[in-house]
């Protein structure tokens, strides 16, 4: 190791203990505040948001700059860009996140022993959370309120191409924070664009409780492999909409398009259509035209009526494109639907559009999704259309937490034990 790459990863070592050492301090003392302090911070935090949008998309115009000639395609673009709109949306969802129920604090269950000791399990925060996520700035908002509105502390490590946007995101939050007397260090930024402090994050095992992945498979693949802190993981949104034969034709257009083409580079997208053979000829050439901006790559049995659809390959089925691809499998029925779907999600979001109620629930109970959806667009899998808000990610796995994930996801819960003198024989 030569000498400047000592220094450096010396510099970057030295910031990541650092910063997660401060955040353990100031999640001691958050655990410590009200609900009105931490609400106050929210919505102080979101007029520092709006107060400062200009300055915001001035930095966000940095970012787009920097990245202008680097091949990035659509899809990440657009997830990188802020507008007036979607800062307003940014600001929207941390008042919606003040003003909901606090999750702390909550008895979840009690119980009464015959010794006469009465025990109690109530919410209570995890304590630091690093959340780790690619190219799109709000998650730091949101990821933020929600870690406040829960009362974690959080260290962002945002894509190094939104750094510019994250620090005037960041300093939002912290104005919050000032305002409602509360520590800043509660929201922190790794402000560098080195990797190496990625996988310091997942090595700190003696200030950092929850480590939360938000992005591609790249970004999941290394969590898995590093980390040695806990990990609530978010995979890609490989998602499957099935269109059954009882479906409704008009109304399954209409789904189909806005689960694709409303954002492609969100999770949420649907990347693969499943039609039904005996509905399959009315179908696809609605589907085409429906979608008749997006490529559209199937099977042998779909290209029969869309003979100049491109030839789909069995990679095909396992990708998540975030972008204006689709994939199109004709299925025998809905066992062979469900098995495909199986067989294919990643485990995100699938949906069926039928008429066929008792059809319907056999998918939505045997699809073994985070979240599985009846006549609705796929792009509803969302936490602020969960009303939570926002979300810090769409958790995949089965334990802790599944789905969408809002600031109640975010707390565990401890036991208070009350006696009166017991002792134990």
Same mark, same amino acid.
């Given at each position: 190791?030569?000498?400047?790459?000592?220094?450096?990863?010396?510099?970057?070592?030295?910031?990541?203990?650092?910063?997660?050492?401060?955040?353990?301090?100031?999640?001691?003392?958050?655990?410590?505040?009200?609900?009105?302090?931490?609400?106050?911070?929210?919505?102080?935090?979101?007029?520092?948001?709006?107060?400062?949008?200009?300055?915001?998309?001035?930095?966000?115009?940095?970012?787009?700059?920097?990245?202008?000639? +680097?091949?990035?395609?659509?899809?990440?673009?657009?997830?990188?860009?802020?507008?007036?709109?979607?800062?307003?949306?940014?600001?929207?969802?941390?008042?919606?996140?003040?003003?909901?129920?606090?999750?702390?604090?909550?008895?979840?269950?009690?119980?009464?022993?015959?010794?006469?000791?009465?025990?109690?399990?109530?919410?209570?925060?995890?304590?630091?959370?690093?959340?780790?996520?690619?190219?799109?700035?709000?998650?730091?908002?949101?990821?933020?309120?929600?870690?406040?509105? /829960? =009362?974690?502390?959080?260290?962002?490590?945002?894509? /190094?191409?939104?750094?510019?946007?994250?620090?005037?995101?960041?300093?939002?939050?912290?104005?919050?924070?000032?305002?409602?007397?509360?520590?800043?260090?509660?929201?922190?930024?790794?402000?560098?664009?080195?990797?190496?402090?990625?996988?310091?994050?997942?090595? /700190?095992?003696?200030?950092?409780?929850?480590?939360?992945?938000?992005? =591609?498979?790249?970004?999941?693949?290394?969590?898995?492999?590093?980390?040695?802190?806990?990990?609530?993981?978010?995979?890609?949104?490989?998602?499957?909409?099935?269109?059954?034969?009882?479906?409704?034709?008009?109304?399954?257009?209409?789904?189909?398009?806005?689960?694709?083409?409303?954002?492609?580079?969100?999770?949420?997208?649907?990347?693969?259509?499943?039609?039904?053979?005996?509905?399959?000829?009315?179908?696809?050439?609605?589907?085409?035209?429906?979608?008749?901006?997006?490529?559209?790559?199937?099977?042998?049995?779909?290209?029969?009526?869309?003979?100049?659809?491109?030839?789909?390959?069995?990679?095909?089925?396992?990708?998540?494109?975030?972008?204006?691809?689709? /994939?199109?499998?004709?299925?025998?029925?809905?066992?062979?639907?469900?098995?495909?779907?199986?067989?294919? +999600?990643? =485990?995100?979001?699938?949906?069926?559009?039928?008429?066929?109620?008792?059809?319907?629930?056999?998918?939505?109970?045997?699809?073994?999704?985070?979240?599985?959806?009846?006549?609705?667009?796929?792009?509803?899998?969302? =936490?602020?259309?969960?009303?939570?808000?926002?979300?810090?990610?769409?958790?995949?796995?089965?334990?802790?937490?599944?789905?969408?994930?809002?600031?109640?996801?975010?707390?565990?819960?401890?036991?208070?034990?009350?006696?009166?003198?017991?002792?134990?024989?």
């Amino acid at each position: 190791m030569n000498t400047e790459t000592l220094e450096r990863t010396t510099d970057i070592n030295t910031l990541v203990a650092d910063l997660s050492t401060r955040a353990k301090t100031a999640a001691q003392g958050l655990a410590m505040a009200s609900g009105e302090q931490r609400n106050l911070a929210l919505t102080k935090a979101a007029e520092a948001l709006r107060r400062h949008m200009a300055d915001l998309l001035r930095a966000n115009a940095g970012d787009l700059d920097a990245i202008k000639d +680097s091949g990035k395609d659509a899809a990440f673009v657009d997830r990188l860009t802020l507008n007036a709109e979607r800062v307003g949306g940014m600001a929207d969802a941390l008042d919606a996140i003040a003003a909901q129920d606090d999750p702390l604090g909550r008895t979840l269950a009690t119980f009464d022993r015959p010794n006469g000791l009465k025990i109690e399990r109530v919410s209570v925060p995890i304590g630091v959370i690093a959340m780790i996520y690619e190219s799109r700035p709000n998650v730091g908002s949101d990821a933020g309120a929600l870690c406040i509105k /829960s =009362g974690n502390a959080v260290i962002l490590r945002g894509g /190094s191409e939104s750094l510019q946007s994250s620090r005037v995101i960041v300093d939002c939050m912290k104005q919050g924070l000032r305002a409602a007397g509360l520590p800043e260090d509660v929201v922190q930024l790794v402000d560098t664009r080195d990797r190496e402090a990625v996988k310091l994050l997942l090595h /700190s095992t003696e200030t950092v409780d929850l480590v939360i992945p938000r992005g =591609g498979r790249g970004l999941v693949s290394l969590v898995q492999k590093e980390a040695r802190v806990p990990t609530l993981l978010h995979l890609d949104g490989n998602n499957h909409t099935y269109l059954h034969s009882s479906a409704d034709i008009e109304k399954a257009m209409g789904i189909v398009q806005n689960a694709k083409m409303r954002r492609t580079g969100v999770c949420g997208a649907t990347e693969c259509v499943v039609i039904d053979a005996a509905i399959a000829e009315n179908a696809l050439p609605l589907l085409a035209d429906a979608l008749h901006d997006c490529e559209l790559r199937g099977d042998a049995a779909a290209r029969k009526f869309l003979p100049d659809m491109i030839a789909a390959k069995d990679e095909d089925w396992d990708t998540e494109y975030l972008s204006n691809i689709m /994939s199109v499998r004709v299925v025998d029925g809905l066992d062979d639907a469900i098995g495909f779907v199986q067989a294919h +999600s990643s =485990g995100h979001t699938d949906a069926i559009v039928a008429e066929d109620r008792d059809a319907a629930r056999q998918f939505m109970n045997a699809i073994d999704s985070a979240v599985v959806m009846h006549n609705a667009s796929t792009q509803f899998s969302d =936490g602020g259309e969960f009303g939570m808000g926002a979300e810090i990610g769409i958790a995949t796995g089965k334990m802790h937490a599944r789905g969408p994930v809002g600031a109640e996801q975010l707390t565990s819960f401890k036991y208070f034990v009350h006696g009166d003198g017991q002792k134990r024989p």
